[in-house]
């Protein structure tokens, strides 16, 4: 099974930027799919973005959507989550989560319960 490792996070104001970083050990992230999914203090996990294994397909919650990005570098194990436009209501401890595709190339789950591995998360704390 592939272990996920977030790193990235941080205090930003609002407006600013963070990119986030998922290295990959274990497996090759290559035959992962890859999703971000952010969870606030009292509030439930929600889907943030996800990428195919090929980087072919992607999807963002609409309420990230034009200001986050979500890539990959496979040769590099890591998957990234670039966080333009931050806003007070991004605060969140994000997590990365995988599931392998292995016949699915262009399959990105957006939904928690389809991934089977998770990192630790990080926080992002966005001041106003």
């Known amino acids: 099974q592939v272990q996920l490792v977030e790193s990235g996070g941080g205090l930003v104001q609002a407006e600013g930027s963070l990119r986030l970083s998922c290295a990959a050990s274990?497996?090759?992230?290559?035959?992962?799919?890859a999703g971000w999914f952010r969870q606030a203090t009292g509030k439930e996990r929600e889907f943030v973005a996800t990428i195919s294994r090929t980087g072919s397909t992607t999807s963002y919650a609409d309420s990230v959507k034009g200001r986050f990005t979500i890539s990959r570098d496979n040769a590099k194990n890591t998957v990234y989550l670039q966080m333009d436009s931050l806003k007070p209501e991004d605060t969140a401890v994000y997590y990365c989560?995988?599931?392998?595709?292995?016949?699915?190339?262009?399959?990105?789950?957006?939904?928690?319960?389809?991934?089977?591995?998770w990192g630790q998360g990080t926080q992002v704390t966005v001041s106003s």
């Open positions: 274990g497996r090759t992230l290559a035959a992962y799919a």
């Open positions: 989560a995988a599931r392998e595709t292995l016949l699915s190339p262009a399959y990105a789950p957006t939904t928690g319960l389809m991934y089977t591995a």
